[in-house]
């Protein structure tokens, strides 16, 4: 697609239910980043993906988190035994190998969820 | 740790007015610091900014850095309600691949 596509747009869960939210990037984008923002904080990096190599996980809040691209592509983030605090906006951008120009970063539109 | 300070954090003016949202940053390594204006959820790119000195400028919008003082300065003349959003400042530095966010101006534009 011309954008970053995130789905769902919006996730209503039960604390302790797991939860997957996929972004698919720009197609030959080899960098994807997860990051979330929850209400009045800014945006906090979760994890980078470039291309094959280790991804950067150093945003990862806990355990509960994990996230994985397959194919260098479509990308999953899971968070397990949601808890309430997990409530916040999920996003997603790509950008191409090398990318620091002003077009280079693309972000999707989010997936709120919503932790009951 | 790098840190980006935005102020204020909310701002409410009426139409026409002109508004100075403010950024400063402490970074290992700064590479660029970029504006984005986030309405409902995805950001939108605004400038990037990488020399001290050189302003931008877009339509209503102009932005500054400078890097001896350490902070940027986005300026919207003449605003309208459809300026109402929230504007982040962020800094990418060499020292990591992630983008450091500030957390934001909220501004809200009254007819």
């Known amino acids: 697609g011309a954008g970053v596509s995130q789905s769902p747009s919006n996730k209503v869960t039960e604390k302790g239910k797991d939860v997957e939210l996929r972004c698919d990037p720009i197609s030959g984008h080899t960098a994807l980043y997860w990051y979330r923002q929850s209400l009045g904080q800014g945006l906090e990096f979760l994890i980078y993906?470039?291309?094959?190599?280790?991804?950067?996980k150093s945003g990862l809040p806990s355990d509960r988190f994990s996230a994985e691209r397959t194919g260098g592509s479509v990308s999953t983030l899971t968070i397990q035994r949601t808890q309430q605090e997990d409530s916040a906006v999920y996003l997603c951008?790509?950008?191409?190998?090398?990318?620091?120009?002003?077009?280079?970063?693309?972000f999707g539109s989010g997936t709120r969820l919503t932790v009951v | 740790e790098d840190k980006v300070v935005q102020s204020p954090l909310s701002l409410v003016v009426h139409e026409g007015d002109t508004v100075t949202l403010n950024c400063s940053y402490e970074v290992t390594n700064f590479r660029s610091l970029l504006w984005y204006k986030q309405e409902k959820k995805a950001p939108t790119f605004l400038f990037m900014l990488?020399?001290?000195?050189i302003e931008k400028k877009s339509g209503r919008l102009s932005s500054i850095l400078d890097k001896k003082e350490l902070f940027s300065i986005l300026n919207i003349t003449a605003t309208q309600t459809g300026d109402s959003a929230i504007y982040l400042c962020v800094i990418n530095s060499n020292s990591g691949y992630a983008l450091n966010f500030g957390k934001g101006t909220s501004l809200l534009v009254t007819p």
């Open positions: 990488t020399s001290s000195g």
């Open positions: 951008a790509s950008r191409p190998q090398g990318g620091d120009r002003p077009y280079g970063y693309t």
């Open positions: 993906f470039q291309g094959n190599s280790a991804p950067d």
